[in-house]
């Protein structure tokens, strides 16, 4: 007999507003979502319906204003900040479509930032951001600014800073959308690579060929969520 299905990360009735000039705006209204231990979900729908934003509540970057947040089976609303930091450390890896790397920093520093509140070896940091780097494919660019990269390649060490510390659970928004074909391609390969291996992935997408390399499939419009 199978083991039990385990839930890696479960929403249950989410809302999330803010305030605007014009009023408050509901992004997410009662968004329910739950992604098993080694399952790559894949969420895809138009600009604005609220998908960067359930990402940032799922990654626990954002309270939710009602509905709960599980991580491996806790609520993290019940958690005090300190766990939920520690979840976020340790447990859950990010990626953005617009990189977020220091632009006059080299390659192996921006993937080292990943452990700037870890007491961690300084030696053990470079020696594993160096690792993820090689991972990427990227060995050879360690020493190089990030502004002299390419666009793929400064994805490459976006995801190598997610992974140096390899997560959990990598949320990743857009990763490919301002990327070549051949660049979103290898970034593709390299999460279905992490996919095979145990990671669990939710993935934000507009590109409609990579809703095949996940195990489950939802659409979001206007804030809601639905099964595809």
């Not at 494919?137 to 002299?148: E, I, M, P, T, Y």
Request: proline share 4%; with cysteine; glycine share 10%.
């Amino acid at each position: 007999m199978g083991g039990e299905r385990q839930d890696r990360l479960r929403l249950d009735a989410v809302r999330k507003s803010f305030r605007a000039a014009a009023g408050t705006v509901e992004v997410l209204r009662g968004v329910s979502l739950s992604l098993g231990a080694g399952e790559f979900g894949v969420i895809t729908g138009p600009s604005g319906s609220g998908k960067t934003t359930l990402l940032m509540v799922a990654g626990l970057l954002q309270p939710a204003d009602a509905g709960g947040v599980w991580f491996d089976g806790r609520e993290t609303s019940a958690l005090g900040e300190g766990e939920v930091a520690d979840i976020r450390k340790h447990g859950v890896g990010m990626v953005f479509q617009k990189f977020c790397l220091m632009p006059h920093r080299s390659a192996l520093d921006n993937v080292a930032f990943r452990f700037r509140y870890l007491a961690q070896d300084p030696r053990e940091v470079r020696t594993l951001s160096a690792a993820a780097l090689d991972r990427v494919g990227l060995a050879d660019k360690a020493q190089q600014a990030a502004r002299l990269l390419s666009a793929g390649e400064m994805q490459r060490v976006a995801i190598a800073r997610a992974l140096a510390r390899p997560p959990k659970l990598l949320l990743a928004d857009e990763p490919t959308g301002n990327l070549d074909p051949e660049s979103a391609g290898r970034i593709m390969d390299l999460f279905r690579e992490l996919n095979r291996e145990g990671m669990s992935i939710l993935l934000v997408t507009h590109n409609p060929e990579w809703v095949a390399a996940g195990t489950a499939h939802w659409t979001m419009r206007d804030g809601r969520l639905a099964p595809a």
